[in-house]
């Protein structure tokens, strides 16, 4: 059992994840930038080290001082989180060599799927269907010319070391494809340190489907169900719900077996241990493509914890410790339906500018299938430093016309004043008729806006 | 406002013998006070409260001053020096040797004053300011944060 774990994120994260240690008893490290001093997992934490300045290259990413901070705290393990170190393998490294555990998979399994390149061939391997596109990394625009020509326009230059929806761009012909693909590996050596990219057909207007996995070091693995996340804005997730909408569809049953033992499959071939997500797009005439696995716990994994019953950062640490996973296939239900609304500090009415700032008023929504995982209290101050989401709002109900009906009724109860918040434009998305139909795909938000600000 | 300012506000009060001293303006808010503590003899002991907050106010108060009763004779802020790593802090180069410094030392910026150790490498830490040691703020070998002070100094 470990004893004392270290939290190497910030935020509403960071309070999830002491939530699971305080209950499984086991005593917390936070650690925290200057800009973070009065933040909440700050004060919920057993112990609490200021690691440095505010921007995160001065903290919550400098390795060498979170593993300062964890040897003089004398941990057991760490837990990442979600962004940040979370994916990096030579954090995960230098952690074991500290003796250390990480809570996260194994290096193996990370090297296995170190980028998007080397995962889309893993998943090729693995007998799964993967969208047309390179072979690997495109290093000339005479390769891109050629890749594109093979598998036709429209067609997207993707940063093998992106992630979380960033590093991507569309060309419809020859000429934005050269420019991009220019553009878009300058970009990637600034934003990720690696210029390479890769080509994949762009296909138009799909469903965002990811499976939630999970795996024991016995090579035991099972999925926890998909989550549809199509409600995108710039490839940010905002609304993700399961079960998906798409594979209700009497028309799309098959699907869902079909796109879990894929997940399975891939998770197998690259040894994968702990939690994890295989993210599929779903096209039009039902036809379904791996696009990358996420090494991590992610933002949106309380839907499937409230549709499954299971806790999964819990489940993170028990794994971590070399629990066996003691559930099968068979033993994980769907019940119920769930949706999330990520609430941000950002002014709709204004593209979506951050509204970094000290909260004045705040009072969440509660009552019976309501659940908020958030880090924000009245008055504190959201720093500019970081990412602008202040809180998730969660809903469950018995069937998709109660969680919707429930998460309207929610949002209408918020009351933060002193930042601009994104809960207006959530309450536009649920009130749709097309959401509420089901019928959306990653165009969505897209097509909202241009109806609500037509002139944009 | 920076220590040049601060510096020039400390001068007014001694000349003018002002031992508390208040601003609040839209974006800080400085709270100066002098007091004299500890025994006699010719140099007294000086303790300065210097509270500097940046606030991100909205509807910010007005500008306000608050002059007290006069007092004591001039005295120099002291500064933190603070740690610019996390790791647990040693007074000695080795358990058997004697502290880098003392109370009363004069330092420079290149003086060692301490040893911070992280992940098994001792990293030697420097004062980088010139004045005299007036307060050790850490004991031997337990753990320190960044920027957490480590010693007192009166710069000269």
């Known amino acids: 059992m470990f004893e004392k774990i270290?939290?190497?994120?910030?935020?509403?994260?960071?309070?999830?994840?002491?939530?699971?240690?305080?209950?499984?008893?086991?005593?917390?490290?936070?650690?925290?930038?200057?800009?973070?001093?009065?933040?909440?997992?700050?004060?919920?934490?057993?112990?609490?080290?200021?690691?440095?300045?505010?921007?995160?290259?001065?903290?919550?990413?400098?390795?060498?001082?979170?593993?300062?901070?964890?040897?003089?705290?004398?941990?057991?393990?760490?837990?990442?989180?979600?962004?940040?170190?979370?994916?990096?393998a030579h954090f995960a490294d230098v952690c074991e060599s500290c003796n250390i555990r990480f809570i996260g998979p194994n290096s193996r399994a990370m090297s296995a799927l170190e980028d998007k390149a080397v995962s889309r061939a893993l998943a090729k391997k693995a007998d799964v269907p993967t969208p047309p596109g390179s072979e690997g990394v495109v290093d000339t625009e005479q390769d891109a010319?050629?890749?594109?020509?093979?598998?036709?326009?429209?067609?997207?230059?993707?940063?093998?070391?992106?992630?979380?929806?960033?590093?991507?761009?569309?060309?419809?012909?020859?000429?934005?494809?050269?420019?991009?693909?220019?553009?878009?590996?300058t970009e990637a050596e600034k934003a990720f340190g690696n210029s390479g990219v890769y080509i994949e057909k762009f296909i138009e207007n799909p469903h965002h489907i990811e499976f939630q996995i999970l795996g024991d070091n016995r090579g035991n693995i099972i999925h926890l169900g998909e989550r549809d996340c199509s409600i995108q804005r710039r490839n940010q997730k905002l609304v993700e719900e399961s079960p998906s909408p798409l594979l209700e569809n009497p028309k799309y049953k098959k699907l869902r077996e079909k796109m879990g033992k894929a997940a399975i499959r891939i998770a197998k071939e690259a040894n994968y241990t702990n939690a994890g997500t295989v993210e599929f797009i779903?096209?039009?005439?039902?036809?379904?493509?791996?696009?990358?696995?996420?090494?991590?716990?992610?933002?949106?994994?309380?839907?499937?914890?409230?549709?499954?019953?299971?806790?999964?950062?819990?489940?993170?640490?028990?794994?971590a410790m070399g629990e066996p996973l003691r559930l099968s296939q068979s033993d994980v239900q769907l019940k119920g339906h769930a949706i999330e609304c990520r609430i941000n500090a950002e002014d709709p009415f204004d593209d979506f500018r951050p509204s970094p700032g000290r909260i004045e008023m705040?009072?969440?929504?509660?009552?019976?299938?309501?659940?908020?995982?958030?880090?924000?209290?009245?008055?504190?101050?959201?720093?500019?430093?970081?990412?602008?989401?202040?809180?998730?709002?969660?809903?469950?109900?018995?069937?998709?016309?109660?969680?919707?009906?429930?998460?309207?009724?929610?949002?209408?109860?918020?009351?933060?004043?002193?930042?601009?918040?994104?809960?207006?434009?959530?309450?536009?998305?649920?009130?749709?008729?097309?959401?509420?139909?089901?019928?959306?795909?990653?165009?969505f938000i897209e097509q909202l806006l241009s109806r609500q600000f037509p002139a944009q | 406002m920076d220590l040049k300012d601060i510096k020039a506000i400390i001068d007014l009060m001694k000349k003018n013998s002002v031992s508390e001293f208040e601003l609040e303006k839209q974006d800080f808010k400085i709270r100066l006070k002098r007091g004299m503590s500890g025994g006699g003899g010719s140099v007294g002991n000086y303790e300065e409260a210097v509270a500097l907050n940046y606030a991100q106010a909205m509807n910010a108060p007005p500008p306000a001053v608050t002059v007290a009763?006069?007092?004591?004779?001039?005295?120099?802020p002291e500064l933190d020096i603070k740690s610019p790593m996390i790791g647990?802090?040693?007074?000695?180069?080795?358990?058997?040797?004697?502290?880098?410094?003392?109370?009363?030392?004069?330092?420079?910026?290149?003086?060692?004053?301490?040893?911070?150790?992280?992940?098994?490498?001792?990293?030697?830490?420097?004062?980088?300011?010139?004045?005299?040691?007036?307060?050790?703020?850490?004991?031997?070998?337990?753990?320190?944060?960044?920027?957490?002070?480590?010693?007192?100094?009166?710069?000269?």
């Not at chain 1, 010319?145 to 992106?162: D, E, Q, S």
């Not at chain 1, 696995?293 to 794994?319: A, C, F, S, W």
């Not at chain 2, 009763?69 to 001039?74: I, V």
């Not at chain 2, 030697?124 to 753990?143: D, F, S």
């Open chain 2, 69 to 76: 009763a006069p007092a004591l004779p001039p005295g120099i």
């Open chain 1, 282 to 319: 779903v096209d039009q005439a039902g036809n379904f493509f791996f696009l990358e696995v996420n090494k991590r716990i992610q933002v949106e994994h309380p839907v499937t914890e409230e549709v499954t019953g299971i806790d999964m950062v819990r489940y993170q640490i028990m794994l």
């Open chain 1, 362 to 443: 705040y009072y969440q929504p509660g009552g019976h299938g309501v659940r908020v995982d958030t880090h924000a209290y009245a008055g504190y101050t959201m720093p500019p430093y970081y990412d602008s989401m202040l809180g998730k709002l969660i809903t469950f109900g018995k069937d998709r016309r109660e969680a919707m009906d429930r998460m309207s009724r929610a949002l209408s109860e918020y009351m933060i004043t002193g930042i601009k918040t994104t809960i207006a434009f959530q309450q536009s998305i649920l009130q749709d008729p097309n959401f509420r139909r089901g019928v959306y795909s990653t165009s």
């Open chain 2, 88 to 156: 647990t802090f040693y007074r000695s180069p080795s358990p058997e040797s004697a502290p880098y410094i003392e109370v009363g030392v004069e330092v420079n910026p290149e003086t060692v004053v301490c040893i911070i150790e992280a992940m098994k490498v001792m990293n030697e830490i420097k004062a980088e300011a010139k004045g005299v040691i007036t307060q050790v703020m850490v004991e031997n070998a337990k753990p320190v944060e960044f920027g957490q002070p480590l010693f007192k100094i009166r710069p000269n």
């Open chain 1, 145 to 185: 010319l050629a890749v594109a020509k093979k598998i036709g326009y429209p067609v997207m230059i993707k940063a093998i070391a992106g992630g979380g929806g960033r590093g991507m761009r569309v060309a419809h012909n020859d000429i934005s494809l050269v420019k991009g693909f220019h553009t878009a590996r």
């Open chain 1, 6 to 88: 270290l939290v190497a994120n910030r935020g509403e994260i960071a309070v999830r994840i002491i939530r699971a240690c305080k209950e499984l008893n086991v005593r917390t490290v936070a650690i925290y930038s200057e800009a973070d001093a009065n933040s909440m997992h700050v004060q919920m934490a057993d112990e609490a080290i200021c690691i440095g300045k505010s921007p995160a290259s001065e903290s919550y990413l400098r390795i060498d001082r979170i593993v300062s901070a964890a040897e003089i705290t004398d941990v057991d393990a760490i837990h990442p989180g979600y962004g940040f170190l979370a994916e990096n």
